[in-house]
């Protein structure tokens, strides 16, 4: 009974080996798969799309190369044209001939200057615009603000504004001229010969001495006693004038400005 059993499961066995051995050898003797029919269209779908971008890449790369030679042919094209363009050379403009100095017009004034500064003296005819007399005026750089002589001094309002009315005398005559000027400011004055300080009314004039032109600040003040009917201080000399203290009239008015009541020294 059991040498029965056991010839069944050795015969079984044999025909479970030689199954394997029949699809082993199968295996080693065909390499190829084979691909379902199903699956087909899917593949050529594939093929179709990857030609179709070989295709597009191969047109992009053609037009960049097109312009490419476009811009190469353009840029050669206007060397070209540089080169074959005749340039005329610059020629430099004649020299102008140089004109010797005029010679020193006496109508005009006289004023010595260094480093651009009116030179004056001691003591300076002084034009006074507006009425056009000529004052001696003494050149005091210890004074802060300059004065002019000035009588009859009558403050008023015009306009809203602070005027003053006042009289200067006409040099060499008994006479005097009325101005009229609106008051910029007022300053306190001290002297020595006064006890207290004296307060003075401040007007804008318009001056020359020599041939330099100005309008400054000037204290209106009775100079009746004072040997000058001007005085120029440091807010006219201040960056325009310098003093030369071993001169008297330094400058020179031009002739338009001289008059007969023209009281300096020449």
Same mark, same amino acid.
């Given at each position: 009974?059991?040498?029965k059993?056991?010839?069944?499961?050795?015969?079984?066995?044999?025909? $479970?080996?030689? =199954?394997?051995?029949?699809?082993?050898?199968?295996?080693? =003797?065909d390499?190829?798969?084979?691909?379902?029919?199903? %699956? *087909?269209?899917?593949?050529?779908?594939?093929?179709?799309?990857?030609?179709?971008? *070989?295709?597009?890449?191969?047109?992009?790369?053609?037009?960049? @190369?097109?312009?490419?030679?476009? @811009?190469?042919?353009?840029?050669?094209?206007?060397?070209?044209?540089?080169? /074959?363009?005749?340039?005329?050379?610059?020629?430099?403009?004649?020299?102008?001939?140089?004109k =010797?100095?005029?010679?020193?017009?006496?109508?005009?004034? #006289?004023?010595?200057?260094?480093?651009?500064?009116? +030179?004056? %003296?001691?003591?300076?005819?002084?034009?006074?615009?507006g009425?056009?007399? $000529?004052?001696?005026?003494?050149?005091?750089s210890?004074?802060?603000?300059?004065? +002019?002589?000035?009588?009859?001094?009558?403050?008023?309002?015009?306009?809203?504004?602070?005027w003053? #009315?006042?009289?200067?005398?006409?040099?060499?005559?008994?006479?005097?001229?009325?101005?009229?000027?609106?008051?910029?400011?007022?300053?306190?004055?001290?002297?020595?010969?006064a006890?207290? /300080?004296?307060?003075?009314?401040?007007?804008?004039?318009?001056?020359? $001495? %020599?041939? @330099?032109?100005?309008?400054?600040e000037?204290?209106?003040?009775?100079?009746?006693?004072?040997?000058?009917?001007? *005085? $120029?201080?440091?807010?006219?000399?201040?960056?325009?004038?310098?003093?030369?203290?071993?001169?008297?009239? /330094?400058?020179?008015?031009?002739?338009?400005?001289?008059?007969?009541?023209?009281?300096g020294?020449?």
């Amino acid at each position: 009974m059991c040498s029965k059993r056991l010839r069944a499961g050795l015969s079984t066995f044999s025909v $479970i080996v030689l =199954a394997g051995t029949v699809l082993l050898t199968g295996c080693s =003797a065909d390499r190829y798969f084979m691909v379902p029919k199903a %699956g *087909l269209g899917e593949l050529n779908t594939s093929v179709q799309s990857q030609r179709a971008t *070989l295709v597009t890449m191969e047109n992009n790369a053609t037009v960049r @190369h097109e312009k490419v030679l476009e @811009h190469n042919e353009a840029a050669t094209q206007k060397v070209l044209d540089a080169i /074959a363009t005749q340039v005329a050379k610059p020629s430099c403009p004649p020299v102008q001939e140089q004109k =010797a100095c005029p010679a020193a017009d006496k109508t005009k004034g #006289r004023t010595d200057r260094l480093k651009g500064k009116v +030179i004056v %003296g001691e003591v300076e005819n002084f034009y006074l615009a507006g009425p056009g007399l $000529i004052y001696k005026a003494r050149i005091d750089s210890g004074a802060e603000t300059s004065s +002019i002589d000035a009588r009859n001094i009558t403050r008023f309002e015009r306009d809203g504004s602070n005027w003053v #009315r006042f009289d200067v005398p006409v040099p060499g005559a008994d006479d005097f001229i009325t101005l009229e000027k609106e008051i910029s400011r007022r300053v306190k004055v001290i002297q020595a010969s006064a006890d207290g /300080a004296e307060r003075r009314v401040v007007v804008e004039l318009q001056f020359s $001495i %020599g041939d @330099h032109q100005q309008v400054a600040e000037f204290t209106l003040a009775d100079r009746s006693n004072l040997t000058y009917q001007a *005085l $120029i201080g440091r807010n006219v000399l201040r960056d325009v004038m310098l003093i030369d203290v071993g001169k008297e009239y /330094a400058t020179e008015l031009p002739e338009s400005l001289q008059t007969d009541n023209d009281n300096g020294e020449k």
